[in-house]
Each structure stands twice: as structure tokens, then as C-alpha cells.
């Protein structure tokens, strides 16, 4: 925390005095604990993921949904402790797993909670990110994490630092994915359908920019064989934040758009998930506190 380095930005600050890029400094900050049904049906199961929404991010992504933490800043302080309570609150309340969404700029103290716990977690551990990630802190998290959601957001380097701030995101995700499928594995699933370790790399279909998204599957399935990992085609844009300050963010994916991604990733023969159209809408945008409210 004195120097950081988590992210690839390794932008070296001493988050003990002050933030990083990230906005975030040396305590943990989350604005959401709670179980959440709108996970890929192998993760979600019928109560749903135990998903934590850490704040801050690495990205600087001008369309995120949940900008009011990733940029905003909203949410609220957690000790260590109180980090390994609400994860084991969450398995209480009957979650599939603990889900860490952005966890990247805290995976320090996210390893010390869940060593905290030790073997009274018994459910898998979900690393929720969006792709632009160091390999070395990756590797922080030992065996810890067996399941990995990374985002895969762009191959052009131009889109990634109009829309991300992230030139560099498309071979820095790539090599991120190549190392979470070197700790996690092929897929595995349990006798009811739900993956205990494996990558699903989530890729949200953008407006206006379906070649690039067919070219991002096409360099996917250069890199990694089908039976490697999941892919999971998303629907979901909603102009939010910024979007409306890029002209081609300005609207929701067509249908077309959103069917040509999905054709390329059949013609590839992954296996994986495709998201139903109506998912593109705000009310699916979850509630996020500034307070503690659990």
C-alpha cells in the first residue's frame, strides 16, 4: 500500500497517505454486500451470487453502469474483519459463492480476510474484474480464487483509450486471461451445473462497434482452445455517465449488432452464455449505499 503496484497502471502511490488512480487509499471501501440473481446461471444458481461491489476501479470506462463507486466514489469503510464477516454473512444467507466485483486495488486485504476465514467458507470464490490486470497480482491470490470473470473490452488500442483511458488494454487483458486460466483451469462443474473453478471472459457488445467485437472473439479463439474457458456475449449496454459525450455511445446495441458478436462466437465453437435483450435497462442497476446498511 505505501508503493502500489496492483494494477497495471502501477501508478507506485502511498495509499496509507492518499489515492491511487484507482480513488481508493489503504482501507477497504465496498457499497454493496448482498446476494444477486443476475450472474450467469452457473455462478447465480436460485439464490444467487454473494456479490461484494468494491469501490473505485482501474479503469476509467466513460459508459459504466456503476460509476456511482467505480468513479463517484460512493460507499463505505470495512475493517479486514468486518470484510471476512460479510463474506461469511453472505454464504448465510445461502449465496453460491462470493463474488468480488472490482476487486483488484484490494486484493491485499481481500487475501486476509478470506485467510481469516480459512475453512468456515465453504463456498467458491468469484474474481469479478474488468480484465486490465497485473499477472503478479493475480498471483497474490494463490489458491485462494478459483473462478474468474474477467471483462474483455476491446482489441483496438484507440476505443480502449478513448472509452477506458487504457492503450495498452487489449494485451494487458490477454495475458491477464492466459494467467487465470493457468491458476483456475478447464471448467469444472458440480453435479448441479455450478462451475467450482474455471475463467467465463464477459464481453459487453458495444453500439457501432461490432467489428471490433467479432475481431476481439477472433483473437480469442487464436490464443485459447474452447475447452479452455466459458464466454459470455452481454447485451446490457445502457448509455450511462459519460456515454453520451461519445456520439457512437449514444444509443442502446441493436439487435443485429448483438446477433452478428454472437454468430462469430458460435463459428468459433465456444461454450458459454448469451444475454437476454431485455437486460439492457437501468432497473437492473443495483442500489449502492454510502453507509453501512447490514
Excluded at 482501474?58 to 456511482?68: A, G, H, K, P, V
Excluded at 491485499?108 to 481469516?116: E, F, G, N, T, V
Excluded at 484507440?158 to 494485451?171: K, M, V
Excluded at 468459433?268 to 435483450?277: E, K, P, S
Aim: hydrophobic letters at 35%; aromatic letters at 10%.
Amino acid at each position: 500500500m505505501k508503493h502500489c503496484t496492483l494494477c497495471p497502471r502501477k501508478c507506485g502511490i502511498d495509499r496509507t497517505k492518499t489515492i491511487g488512480f484507482c480513488g481508493q487509499s489503504d482501507k477497504v471501501r465496498i457499497a454493496r454486500a448482498d446476494l444477486h440473481m443476475w450472474e450467469e446461471p452457473c455462478l447465480g444458481g436460485e439464490k444467487g451470487s454473494g456479490t461484494v461491489f468494491f469501490s473505485g476501479c482501474s479503469l476509467r470506462c466513460c459508459f459504466c453502469q456503476n460509476y456511482e463507486i467505480s468513479a463517484q466514489g460512493k460507499g463505505f469503510e470495512l475493517t479486514v474483519k468486518e470484510l471476512a464477516e460479510t463474506f461469511l454473512r453472505l454464504q448465510d444467507m445461502g449465496a453460491a459463492n462470493i463474488d468480488l466485483v472490482s476487486p483488484t486495488h484490494f486484493v491485499p486485504q481481500i487475501c486476509d480476510a478470506l485467510d481469516l476465514l480459512g475453512s468456515d467458507l465453504k463456498i467458491p470464490v468469484v474474481y469479478n474484474c474488468g480484465g486490465y490486470e497485473s499477472t503478479e497480482t493475480l498471483r497474490m491470490l494463490g489458491d485462494r480464487v478459483k473462478i474468474f470473470l474477467p471483462d474483455l473490452k476491446y482489441f483496438d488500442s484507440e476505443l480502449s483509450s478513448e472509452y477506458s483511458a487504457a492503450p495498452d488494454y487489449f494485451p494487458t487483458a490477454m495475458t491477464a486471461i492466459r494467467e487465470m486460466v493457468s491458476i483456475a483451469g478447464k471448467p469444472q462443474f458440480d453435479k448441479n451445473g455450478m462451475l467450482i473453478s474455471g475463467v467465463i471472459v464477459r464481453h459487453l457488445v458495444l453500439p457501432n462497434h461490432r467489428h471490433d467485437s467479432i475481431e476481439l472473439m477472433q483473437k480469442l479463439g487464436e490464443n485459447f482452445s474452447t475447452d479452455e474457458l466459458l464466454v459470455s456475449i452481454m447485451s446490457q449496454f445502457v448509455p450511462v455517465y459519460k456515454a453520451f459525450e461519445h456520439k457512437k455511445l449514444s444509443r442502446r446495441t441493436s439487435t443485429f449488432e448483438y446477433k452478428s458478436v454472437i454468430s462469430e462466437v458460435e463459428k468459433l465453437g465456444f461454450d458459454g452464455y448469451f444475454q437476454q435483450r431485455s437486460s439492457a435497462d437501468t432497473d437492473f442497476i443495483p442500489t449502492f449505499y454510502d453507509r453501512k446498511y447490514y
